[in-house]
């Protein structure tokens, strides 16, 4: 009796906890997350963006499958209205991630790893003619772990402002796309080097060092001790005002066209 007792009780309690969890908020799991996360459709607000006059609300502002979009990166995606020529926007990209000329600037690269997520600080350069991003590290770092297990990886990139007005002046990327952890032996480490090496600062010659030493040398060099992280984009958006200023989104979208 006691024993069933004890079962009984066991079973309340696993519901009871069920049910305070669907009346606390929405049921787990729901595609898309909760439905307050939503803008609710009403009259359109003057700062709205241009968009094709057959689209709705709902068109924008509910779940299609893409629930790491938000509403304005949805309209991009169903609107050809308001979205710049995509020569205009790669230019922007990367005029905007150039850095001093070498496509080299700082980023912050957020990971995961069983759902705890890292975000670390750290350099990378942009290949301007495949869009992919390179970057050199030392062995056995935690972000290193985090995407050996898990290749989904976000970064993001925002312009500096000395007056502080990063809303007018706003001007930001953000990455999402595939890592790549690359070890000395891999194939594409080789490839990767030659473009990430020439951006890094050279010691000016002297009289011990006349040159500096060759690329092939620096691979060599690395080959044992650095990897390099090859992140693949499979989406690229920027915020830049000087698009709106145009006619078009101030936020522009670029993903990888697909191969024929």
Not at 108 to 119: C, D, H, Q, R, Y
Not at 125 to 152: G, R
Request: glycine residues 6%; hydrophobic residues 40%.
């Amino acid at each position: 009796m006691k024993k069933t007792l004890l079962i009984f009780a066991a079973v309340a309690a696993a519901a009871l906890l069920q049910a305070h969890a669907f009346a606390a908020g929405e049921p787990a799991g729901e595609k898309g997350g909760p439905k307050w996360l939503y803008v609710t459709p009403a009259k359109k607000p003057p700062h709205h963006g241009v968009y094709d006059e057959k689209m709705k609300c709902l068109d924008c502002h509910s779940y299609d499958g893409a629930d790491a979009y938000t509403s304005a990166t949805m309209a991009m995606k169903k609107s050809a209205k308001g979205a710049a020529p995509r020569k205009e926007v790669e230019q922007a990209i990367l005029d905007t991630l150039k850095g001093k000329g070498d496509y080299r600037e700082i980023y912050v690269l957020a990971t995961s790893f069983e759902n705890k997520p890292l975000a670390t600080v750290i350099e990378f350069v942009i290949d301007p003619k495949t869009f992919t991003f390179y970057a050199m590290s030392e062995k056995q770092t935690e972000k290193l772990f985090q995407m050996a297990s898990n290749p989904n990886v976000s970064m993001a990139y925002m312009k500096q402002r000395e007056n502080y007005d990063y809303f007018a002046g706003a001007l930001g990327v953000q990455i999402v796309g595939k890592a790549a952890v690359l070890q000395g032996t891999d194939p594409g480490f080789e490839e990767a080097a030659r473009i990430y090496i020439p951006t890094l600062p050279m010691p000016a010659p002297n009289p011990t060092l006349p040159q500096p030493p060759s690329v092939d040398t620096l691979i060599e060099m690395i080959k044992p001790g650095k990897i390099i992280t090859k992140i693949v984009p499979e989406r690229i958006v920027i915020l830049n005002r000087q698009f709106k200023e145009k006619g078009y989104h101030a936020v522009q979208l670029w993903e990888p066209e697909k191969k024929k």
